[in-house]
């Protein structure tokens, strides 16, 4: 999604949380409870200061808002951020210090995994609240790491926008995967399975060599991977990374990948419409991962949360569908729909109250 801070539409709950004794900087932000409590992980990233960890939190729980309605959950939007103390520090202390944090918001947020946080790290938050899922997998129900989720929806939702921009079937394609982390290198095993020629890059070299070396993949360098000779630019790294620099820069035509928030400002994703890059909106196709969050929380089985992100093609069309229909580009036909959700759960709750 596009993050546009309007207050007047924001009615944010915005936590800050400071514990001395661990270090622990962080921002809680309940975007939404209006479809069940506020759901969304906690991301650890090293901020230059205050004010730029708590917007990304803002926009990153309204993104979650938008994901969870879309993805039919029974959850609202919330995001955690901590902002990564410089130094050494007791990683234990922190997650257990933000874990009391979470407690203290008494099942109003859960919190799981993002960028930065691992599944061991839930565990230790689980020691102060229960209120966290993506801890470690146990037989016979959900839970567990969320990245191969939010892969395996990212790779449906790349093969219904093959053949409806490209007319043509995803193994005849090139993908050019921008950061193959946990979501990245996932998709990269999976896109590689299914026959895609693939294109990969990452500020840690090592883990681009890697994948690279499991896939065949071709290296490209941190800064031409945007602007690589492929049909699907697949961004699995930070926001922001469609721009009004690098959108006129994509020779690919679809534009499909795990990242949240990739488009810098709306008009971006006008932008891509204009220059007809089909753009699948990130939180419509990333939603794998919070579905198998929700799954684990709410006790529904794995087979559960499997059939719910195999729907995710099919969300995806509904959203294109709806913007044919509005005449509206998708991250904005996106938009409405999920706002659209929101309002009538609004609704329906206050005629059932
Ligand atoms: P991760 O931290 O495991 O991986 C991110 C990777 O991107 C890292 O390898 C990092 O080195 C690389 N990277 C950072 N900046 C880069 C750049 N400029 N160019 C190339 N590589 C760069 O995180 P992840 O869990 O794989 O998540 C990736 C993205 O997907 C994030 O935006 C996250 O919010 C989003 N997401 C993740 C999940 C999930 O289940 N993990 C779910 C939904 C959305």
């Known amino acids: 999604m596009a993050f546009q801070m309007d207050r007047a539409s924001f009615p944010a709950d915005v936590r800050l949380v400071r514990d001395q004794a661990s270090g622990l900087e962080a921002a809680i932000v309940l975007h939404s409870t209006t479809l069940g409590p506020a759901a969304g992980g906690c991301r650890m990233w090293t901020y230059g200061?205050?004010?730029?960890?708590?917007?990304?939190?803002?926009?990153?729980?309204?993104?979650?808002?938008?994901?969870?309605?879309?993805?039919e959950l029974p959850l609202g939007g919330g995001k955690a951020v901590i902002r990564r103390p410089e130094g050494k520090f007791d990683r234990t202390a922190l997650f257990r210090a933000f874990g009391r944090a979470v407690e203290a918001l008494k099942g109003n947020y859960i919190t799981a995994e993002d960028v930065g946080t691992r599944v061991d790290d839930m565990s230790v938050v689980r020691d102060e609240?229960?209120?966290?899922?993506?801890?470690?997998l146990r037989a016979d129900r959900s839970g567990g790491d969320p990245s191969p989720w939010t892969a395996r929806g990212v790779?449906?939702?790349m093969e219904w926008a093959a053949e409806r921009r490209l007319e043509r079937p995803l193994s005849d394609c090139t993908v050019a995967l921008q950061g193959v982390g946990h979501v990245g290198a996932a998709l990269a095993g999976m896109l590689h399975a299914a026959g895609v020629r693939l294109i990969v890059s990452d500020v840690d070299g090592k883990s681009a060599a890697r994948v690279a070396v499991a896939t065949g993949a071709t290296v490209a360098s941190v800064g031409s991977i945007v602007s690589a000779q492929a049909d699907?630019?697949?961004?699995c790294a930070l926001?922001?990374?469609?721009?009004?620099?690098?959108?006129?820069?994509l020779k690919a035509t679809v534009v499909c990948g795990a990242a949240n928030n990739q488009l810098a400002e709306p008009a971006d994703g006008d932008r891509l419409a204009d220059r007809n890059i089909l753009y699948a909106p990130d939180y419509v196709v990333n939603a794998g991962g919070i579905?198998?969050?929700?799954?684990e929380y709410l006790g529904?089985?794995?087979?559960?949360?499997?059939?719910r992100v195999e729907e995710t093609a099919a969300r995806l069309?509904?959203?294109?569908?709806?913007?044919?229909?509005?005449?509206l580009a998708p991250h904005a036909a996106a938009d409405r729909l999920a706002r659209e959700t929101i309002a009538a759960g609004r609704t329906a709750r206050r005629a059932a109250a």
């Open 129 to 136: 609240t229960r209120h966290v899922a993506g801890l470690p």
């Open 232 to 235: 699907i630019f697949a961004p």
């Open 291 to 295: 579905i198998n969050v929700a799954a």
């Open 317 to 327: 069309a509904r959203v294109f569908d709806h913007a044919a229909r509005s005449g």
């Open 300 to 307: 529904w089985p794995q087979t559960e949360a499997a059939a």
């Open 49 to 71: 200061d205050h004010e730029a960890m708590v917007t990304d939190a803002c926009r990153l729980a309204e993104g979650m808002s938008y994901k969870n309605a879309l993805a």
């Open 155 to 157: 790779f449906l939702a």
């Open 239 to 249: 926001g922001g990374v469609l721009n009004h620099e690098t959108v006129g820069k």
